[in-house]
């Protein structure tokens, strides 16, 4: 008896949940990346999105390796803009962090 009142189970094409963006901060810098995140920090309160160029020039060095660090450790969000590494903003966390770090509250 096929009356239509059978309850389906979910097709196996049903979408999935979205993922979701939590990721893990890994809260041990160097001295060299925390030096890197204060030019950072001070560019995007200025209203600016710093390729790692501009970072570099503004740090004196090259800085393309403590911003990929400092990516890889759940700090940033960097996006390729014009073929061009550009930090676009901080993770929720690392702007709690930041935070502390600059009211001397570093937390290890």
Do not use: C
């Not at 790692?52 to 990516?71: C, I, N």
């Amino acid at each position: 008896m096929n009356d239509g009142s059978r309850s389906r189970s979910p097709s196996p094409e049903a979408p999935a949940a979205p993922p979701t963006y939590r990721r893990n901060v890994d809260f041990r810098i160097t001295a060299d990346e925390e030096q890197v995140l204060f030019v950072i920090v001070g560019h995007l309160n200025a209203g600016s999105a710093p390729t790692t160029e501009e970072l570099s020039r503004d740090a004196g060095r090259d800085v393309q390796g403590d911003v990929e660090a400092l990516r890889a450790k759940g700090w940033l969000l960097v996006r390729d803009v014009d073929n061009r590494a550009t930090v676009i903003g901080l993770s929720p966390m690392a702007t709690a962090a930041v935070s502390n770090l600059r009211f001397g509250r570093r937390e290890t």
